[in-house]
């Protein structure tokens, strides 16, 4: 039996991505044989990429493709902050925003049927996530994506690869620029008041009821500090309406037509919002892991 060294492991791990401890597996089964240990992951790579398609994908990128007129902005999740900074991972994030860019698929379900080859796997989007999958050895997964291509231009903005922003706009490119990162910063969830979504304007009338009643006044008034706490709530979440941040004596709306350039829409995507992250007991872990290596 020949002796599997920490080199070698470091050696095949570089060669093909793969857990350490799956390359010391791969390593041992194949008595040191380096070619033949790298076969043995490569077929291990489809039951790997099975095991990890149940795993919760909180972390991840937001990827951007644009030319000024047609962009796409896309989430890639993956289990750990770790693989946010794998090139084959960023990789694949920015091959898929160019993918919607230039074909808007209808949904991801057709975005994953693109072509697309990566790494050697292929010859679909599907594909070469699944082969990544068990290339890094976490489950990973396509959550959304937007297109623009219309009549105005785009501006776009990343905050590192947590936050991605797409701005339509007509007029000019600076102020455009400026409103992008605004919302990065701010987080609006409409462009006016009226847009604000009904379910959300719903939500924060019954939390400002509920503690308005909890003042003991009369009826009238606490109808109005209701009706005062849902307008300020407006103005707080509509990007029109919010102190711009580069100017706190503007709004966003006085500054844009200062600058006479209009907005028409913008998304905004922060890596992981509303997905609901597993909180691992890490000591409890490490003793199921030690309780099956002396059960194996």
């Not at 920490?6 to 050696?11: C, K, Q, T």
Request: charged fraction near 25%; charge should be neutral.
């Amino acid at each position: 039996m020949a002796a599997i060294t920490a080199s070698m492991v470091g050696e095949l791990r570089a060669k093909t991505d793969a857990p350490m401890m799956e390359c010391k597996k791969a390593l041992t089964e194949a008595d040191g044989d380096m070619v033949r240990a790298e076969e043995i992951l490569r077929v291990k790579l489809g039951n790997k990429a099975g095991k990890a398609a149940s795993r919760i994908t909180a972390e991840g990128v937001i990827a951007i493709a644009s030319d000024g007129r047609t962009g796409a902005m896309v989430e890639v999740n993956c289990e750990t902050d770790f693989v946010t900074k794998n090139d084959s991972f960023l990789a694949f994030s920015k091959g898929c925003a160019e993918l919607v860019a230039k074909n808007n698929p209808a949904d991801v379900a057709a975005l994953s049927a693109l072509a697309l080859t990566q790494d050697g796997f292929g010859p679909t989007v599907e594909d070469v996530r699944k082969g990544l999958i068990g290339k890094i050895g976490e489950n990973m997964s396509i959550r959304r994506f937007q297109r623009y291509s219309g009549d105005g231009k785009l501006a776009t903005y990343l905050h590192g690869t947590r936050i991605g922003v797409v701005v339509e706009f007509t007029g000019e490119d600076v102020p455009a620029k400026d409103v992008a990162m605004h919302v990065a910063a701010m987080k609006p969830v409409a462009l006016s008041q009226a847009q604000v979504p009904a379910e959300l304007v719903e939500k924060e009338r019954k939390i400002a009821t509920e503690k308005a009643a909890e003042s003991g006044k009369p009826a009238d008034i606490v109808a109005k500090m209701v009706e005062g706490s849902v307008q300020k709530y407006l103005k707080e979440v509509s990007l029109f309406n919010q102190t711009f941040v580069k100017n706190d004596k503007q709004t966003v709306e006085q500054m844009l037509k200062a600058a006479n350039t209009q907005v028409t829409a913008f998304t905004l995507y922060v890596v992981g919002e509303g997905i609901e992250k597993k909180v691992d007991d890490f000591a409890a872990e490490v003793a199921a892991q030690v309780a099956a290596a002396k059960g194996g």
